[in-house]
């Protein structure tokens, strides 16, 4: 069942309020060095910083949850049999043992049955191509097809950056473990082992949570309206020791942080109701607009986001009419865009979590 949160009024369901303008300029092609060089805007009260500041704006008993996921490298190349056509695939999920979900092009001519040498795997498209996305099976010659595919496979940047990544390993965050994502949850792509050291010591605890990051998360809004729009699944875990982690938050009056969307939209899927969450595993197709209310999250830390997406959408519901004024300030003031860009920190989110007594 989709899950669109209904806006508080009938005019806030427009597509376009949702539009700004965002020169090819301003989207970073590379990422800094070291990461925790790039800036970060906090939005309350408006500053500039750099993100290694991050420890002085916090709080001693804060809690940042991140997610873990680690990007596929899910690109593979092969040739369809017996023709010898070209091909790419895009994995997108596994969907059980076998069976992947995938973008391939070209899609033109591939048909349910189509046979794919991908090198070490083989592959056999199972369903009829719907806008480029199908479903197949693959195979490995020898071993895991997961470790194959690492083997094999190049890790996809996003098809904004136009420049070829030297070590792939930056497009991973510190946290990445556990491997499932088409797309890194670029808000924890700032942190370094040496800032983790300095968080700590300031008191700030680090939670793990567990979503992979689909594309579709980072794809236009085609209609209208935003509630026409039909948000995607996406698989998440939250973890026992994450379900403490944010009870003793509570308990000792500190704030549940979210590093990224992805974390936000994991942390308010497994919301207990009673401002803390409940470990677990399934997918969400929770979609964040105006008018809803933060079950659990009390603060985000997150990059600055592509125009008439749901990410931005849940900028507006996190910031309100304000939204627009803050990055206006990042434009003006030459901060980085998208996923290798810079980031900002909302600590007072207008639908923000209520106290419960």
């Keep these: 069942m989709k899950r669109v949160v209904t806006p508080l009024a009938s005019s806030l369901v427009d597509t376009t309020l949702f539009d700004y303008d965002l020169p090819e300029a301003r989207i970073a092609q590379t990422p800094l060095e070291p990461r925790d060089a790039s800036r970060l805007l906090r939005c309350d009260p408006l500053e500039d910083h750099t993100f290694g500041e991050l420890p002085s704006l916090l709080?001693?008993?804060?809690l940042l949850a991140v997610n873990r996921t680690r990007v596929r490298s899910a690109r593979l190349y092969g040739r369809k049999l017996p023709s010898g056509g070209a091909v790419e695939l895009l994995l997108i999920r596994r969907v059980d043992e076998m069976r992947w979900e995938a973008l391939i092009?070209?899609?033109?001519r591939v048909r349910r049955g189509t046979t794919l040498d991908l090198g070490e795997l083989s592959g056999e498209v199972l369903t009829i191509p719907d806008r480029g996305r199908v479903v197949l099976s693959l195979q490995a010659e020898e071993g895991d097809v997961e470790r194959v595919i690492a083997r094999c496979g190049e890790v996809p940047l996003p098809p904004y950056i136009h420049e070829e990544l030297a070590d792939p390993?930056?497009?991973?965050?510190?946290f990445a473990k556990s491997v499932g994502s088409a797309a890194?949850?670029?808000?924890a792509l700032h942190f370094t082992s040496q800032l983790l050291d300095r968080l700590a010591n300031a008191g700030v605890e680090i939670a793990e949570v567990e979503l992979d990051v689909g594309l579709d998360t980072f794809r236009p809004i085609g209609t209208a309206q935003i509630t026409d729009h039909e948000m995607h699944t996406e698989q998440w875990e939250l973890p026992a020791a994450t379900e403490e982690a944010v009870a003793q938050t509570r308990k000792r009056g500190g704030r549940v942080i979210a590093v990224g969307t992805t974390v936000v939209r994991t942390l308010e899927s497994a919301a207990s109701g009673k401002g803390t969450v409940v470990a677990g595993r399934g997918d969400t197709d929770l979609f964040i607009s105006p008018g809803y209310r933060m079950q659990v999250v009390d603060a985000v830390i997150t990059n600055f986001h592509a125009p008439r997406t749901t990410l931005v959408v849940m900028i507006a519901a996190l910031l309100g009419d304000r939204w627009r004024d803050i990055y206006q300030h990042a434009l003006d003031n030459g901060y980085r865009f998208l996923s290798f860009g810079d980031s900002m920190f909302i600590e007072k989110p207008v639908n923000a979590r209520e106290v419960l007594s």
Excluded: L, M, N
């Excluded at 709080?59 to 804060?62: F, L």
């Design 59 to 62: 709080k001693t008993d804060d």
């Design 105 to 108: 092009r070209p899609a033109r």
């Design 169 to 174: 390993e930056r497009y991973q965050t510190v």
């Design 184 to 187: 890194a949850p670029t808000a």
